[in-house]
């Protein structure tokens, strides 16, 4: 048996007591069953284990775990990305964390090699999922949905080197939109570039541009400057590293790595470098290679009228039209943009924030079909927020700003000056948790007053009801603002009604 090799010296003896217990039930003679076995290997390794002394605690490598602090972080902006998905008529969808192998394969490229796979359980092949877009192109082709306007946030793990201080993860979170069926041109994918500005926006990150290109156009620059259809996707893949490499490092990856001729490279270079707004795209009408190519220029009229509609929107002038944005997923097959934070001089204190794109998406018309049996297409066009680094980005600015964060959101604190008040406390907090109010006490019997006030000031907690002797002989409690100390009395059943006028006018 090849696991018995793997086992320390001092693991036999516990493997030797369990192998030489009496026979399952199920066993004859002296024929030991493969179950037993394989249970007293098992319990042997993990003994081993146990009792190794240098055991370090520590989480995967590329994955984080979110304090309190970085949780209220996190929900306000996927609250204000989930709100304006919502405005625009989306309903939420989920999908499993993993999908069967098959479902993924040939999705994504050179990218697929990054996906995690999972150890065959139950004679399936399963792969953790690597994005949220390919699970909805499945759901679609398997629910026979020709027409849907979805949202959907959860994570995603993909098997890359980790760079955490550019808020890159192995496991993270991504919020995507997107909008399904078929539908006059350029309207849906004028609107998913009108949300991403909305988002971008609302979270005040500092100026920003979305780059905007057509797989057509790319694909028609291509052949137009001699790339085999063989490497067009290869070589798509190199053109989207020039956000964070230099042409000639691009070019040499091109030459050296993937076998391309260096003069097509070179007429590559004189299209990449070409960025601008619908002037460009004028101007590529009339480019005597991407003219001659019908691909590039059915790319160039949907551009053309997706820019009409930007204007009408008031957001063309956020939007480039970039000949280097080639997206290197595979199924993108129309219209590709990817949102990127423009560097500003940083303030006192601040470091350069360097987090690349922060969002992206695009058109992908083909990908249900590859899931339907008959081949049906559902057109299909869509954005992901990178939540992961616009929360990076959020957490570094205030921790340069020093600002504080509330983890709880509780309103109304319950204190008591005196001993045995316990009951008292127990029957003021019901009440006012049974009307909706966030409220919490102390868990002793016998607190003293000024831990339960320090405690209040501590986490922010705004008002104090108090009730000690005095004021349940009167009928009464005593509400403390927490910010100015000022304490009034009212009557017990005005509590609920006083409470909840103090907390509208805040």
């Not at 003679?29 to 394989?38: I, L, M």
């Not at 993993?98 to 999972?118: A, N, P, Q």
């Not at 707004?277 to 480019?287: R, W, Y």
């Not at 018309?365 to 939540?387: A, E, N, T």
């Amino acid at each position: 048996m090849p696991l018995l090799g793997l086992l320390p010296r001092r693991a036999w003896a516990a493997l030797l007591s369990q192998l030489l217990r009496p026979p399952c039930a199920s066993c004859t003679g002296a024929v030991r069953c493969q179950s037993q076995v394989a249970e007293a290997v098992l319990t042997s390794q993990l003994k081993a284990h146990q009792e190794k002394p240098n055991f370090i605690i520590k989480i995967p490598k590329g994955t984080r775990d979110l304090s309190p602090q970085h949780m209220v972080v996190r929900e306000k902006i996927l609250d204000l990305v989930i709100s304006c998905f919502k405005r625009h008529g989306a309903k939420g969808m989920d999908t499993p964390a993993f999908e069967l192998k098959e479902t993924l394969t040939e999705k994504y490229g050179e990218d697929s090699g990054l996906m995690y796979d999972l150890k065959d359980q139950g004679g399936e092949l399963l792969s953790l999922r690597y994005d949220l877009t390919v699970p909805f192109a499945r759901y679609l082709a398997m629910s026979k949905v020709k027409k849907m306007k979805r949202y959907h946030v959860g994570k995603v793990w993909r098997r890359e080197s980790p760079s955490i201080v550019q808020g890159r993860y192995r496991e993270f979170c991504q919020c995507d939109f997107d909008i399904a069926g078929q539908f006059d041109p350029m309207i849906p994918d004028a609107e998913c570039l009108k949300i991403m500005c909305e988002i971008l926006s609302g979270l005040q990150l500092g100026d920003f541009l979305i780059k905007v290109n057509d797989r057509r156009i790319v694909d028609g620059m291509f052949a137009a400057c001699g790339v085999p259809e063989s490497k067009f996707r290869a070589i798509g893949s190199s053109i989207d590293k020039l956000d964070k490499m230099a042409w000639k490092d691009v070019r040499h990856e091109m030459v050296a790595k993937k076998g391309l001729a260096p003069e097509v490279a070179d007429r590559i270079g004189d299209y990449v470098q070409c960025h601008g707004g619908v002037s460009l795209v004028e101007q590529m009408f009339q480019d005597p290679r991407l003219s001659q190519n019908k691909q590039a220029l059915e790319g160039l009229e949907d551009l053309k009228l997706l820019f009409e509609y930007l204007n009408l929107f008031g957001i063309a002038e956020k939007i480039s039209f970039d000949l280097s944005l080639a997206r290197g997923l595979d199924y993108y097959t129309g219209v590709i943009y990817e949102a990127v934070l423009l560097q500003t001089p940083t303030q006192a204190g601040e470091e350069p924030l360097n987090v690349g794109s922060v969002a992206a998406g695009g058109r992908y018309d083909g990908l249900v079909g590859m899931f339907d049996p008959k081949g049906h297409k559902v057109p299909c066009v869509g954005l992901s927020i990178g939540v992961e680094r616009i929360f990076y980005i959020v957490e570094q600015r205030m921790k340069t700003k020093g600002e504080k964060v509330r983890t709880t959101e509780t309103q109304v604190f319950v204190a008591t000056p005196q001993k045995n008040f316990l009951q008292e406390r127990l029957k003021l907090i019901t009440e006012l948790w049974d009307a909706g109010i966030k409220a919490e006490m102390l868990y002793k019997n016998n607190p003293k007053l000024l831990t339960q006030l320090h405690y209040c000031e501590s986490t922010g907690i705004p008002l104090v009801v108090i009730i000690g002797e005095q004021e349940l002989k009167e009928g009464i409690i005593k509400i403390r603002s927490v910010a100015s100390r000022e304490e009034v009395a009212i009557k017990r059943e005005n509590l609920v009604a006083e409470i909840q006028k103090r907390l509208s006018e805040s």
